[in-house]
């Protein structure tokens, strides 16, 4: 089959670059054709699979836009028997008899709640366009030929309740092979994630600004926005013992999160990668008590008050102390439903199954 595969930017890592890797191996590998359709050129390449840029250049800026111009990939696939959008943005079915699935990292609610008639002038015309999409999108959402997959079961259920559209759950791809069970922690606690404003990690700095342990926030920094945020984080820490890191080679995050006690999550996720890749590395998972985290750590003792600084840092010391040791083999006993060989061959039965379907 001739699979047609939407990622407008390929290059930043993240969870969504990890799933599109899983995607694709999973359907090279079973003999599908495949075509990756992406703005700018990617800068990693994938063997067997054919590429088409819009641009032979990175966009650095106007995001909404780069969105916006994702959407318009569906035409350039047209000829495939079947597209998939694999990092979660908007798009329509060019012809109403080819079959397209969004693979779901968010509910589309800031597309069902956005109002535009506040911006003027010159604004107007940079966001018209797009929610123009949005509104397209979401009164074509329900159509037969248009299949969603949810990341998580959070996810299934909120875009169950907007659109009444029901979906198959697919967690995304976690490596946790690497990791070693058994290491020997010391009294440490660590955060992995990108330097984004939506992480919520100037919380993350203060619950640990009076704790006396090492933390350390490990997390990339591929975009200037990116770097702009770790310094104004990095000018916050009062602590001698809080380390930020960036952009440090793949061996030394395992490590780093092996010889940790405690893993901490300041955000809420519709997943969370990271927080399945520390319960693989043994630590104990203290994240905020909404979102897709009541899934990935199903046990109220781990799951704080969200931005209560003093509850999680509570949860934190009786981590450190051992009480919620209880909790790890519990919690690595779920591994196997995150497991990138178990997304692969999940992935490649529903595309199956959706390929096959009238």
Not at 106 to 124: A, C, I, L, P, V
Not at 272 to 293: D, K, L, Q, T, Y
Not at 299 to 313: G, I, S, T, V
Request: positive net charge; glycine residues 4%.
């Amino acid at each position: 089959m001739k699979i047609g595969i939407i990622h407008g930017f390929v290059g930043g890592g993240g969870g969504t670059e990890k799933t599109l890797d899983a995607i694709i191996e999973s359907l090279t590998s079973t003999g599908h054709t495949v075509t990756l359709y992406t703005i700018s050129k990617p800068s990693v390449s994938f063997p067997n699979v054919k590429t088409v840029s819009t641009l032979p250049f990175h966009l650095p800026a106007f995001g909404l836009y780069q969105r916006y111009m994702e959407s318009k990939l569906v035409e350039k696939a047209k000829d495939d028997d079947l597209v998939i959008q694999a990092s979660g943005g908007l798009a329509v079915p060019v012809d109403e008899n080819q079959k397209l699935v969004i693979y779901c990292h968010h509910d589309f609610q800031n597309e069902t709640k956005r109002d535009t008639s506040k911006y003027k002038g010159m604004w107007s015309w940079y966001y018209k366009p797009y929610y123009a999409l949005s509104k397209k999108f979401l009164n074509r959402i329900s159509d037969k030929n248009i299949f969603l997959i949810s990341n998580s079961k959070f996810i299934h259920d909120s875009i169950k309740e907007k659109f009444s559209k029901d979906s198959k759950i697919i967690y995304p791809p976690v490596e946790t092979q690497p990791f070693q069970k058994n290491t020997r922690k010391t009294n440490s606690a660590i955060t992995v994630s990108r330097y984004s404003q939506e992480k919520n990690l100037e919380f993350a700095v203060d619950v640990f600004s009076d704790v006396d342990i090492d933390y350390t926030i490990v997390g990339n920094t591929k975009t200037r926005l990116n770097q702009i945020y770790f310094e104004k984080l990095s000018a916050q820490v009062k602590n001698s013992k809080t380390h930020l890191l960036q952009n440090i080679p793949r061996p030394q995050v395992i490590e780093n999160l092996q010889r940790s006690k405690v893993y901490f999550h300041a955000s809420a996720e519709t997943f969370g990668i990271s927080v399945v890749e520390s319960i693989a590395a043994g630590c104990i998972p203290i994240v905020p008590n909404n979102s897709a985290h009541r899934e990935t750590v199903p046990f109220d003792q781990l799951r704080y008050k969200q931005d209560n600084k003093q509850d999680a840092q509570d949860k934190i010391k009786k981590a450190l102390a051992g009480d919620y040791d209880k909790f790890i083999p519990l919690l690595q006993s779920s591994l196997t439903n995150y497991d990138k060989n178990t997304f692969k061959s999940t992935f490649v039965d529903v595309i199956q199954e959706i390929s096959s379907t009238g």
